[in-house]
């Protein structure tokens, strides 16, 4: 459940990630995007990044 902010709102399972109970505990504890961002490799991160730079500039372009 990445990205809720504890609202106590579930996303579906595909966007679930498999983690240990122990990192689980830990994201709790230090916040979701601190751990991802330690955890991710910079690959995965710069990936994501730009997917979502993508996405917002083509939201921004419909709305032009």
Known sequence: ???HAGIGLKI???CALPILHSLHVQMHNRGEANRLRNLAPDD???AAFQALARERYRKWKEGQ
């Open 1 to 3: 459940h990445i990205g």
């Open 12 to 14: 579906g399972d595909d």
């Open 44 to 46: 995965v991160l710069r």
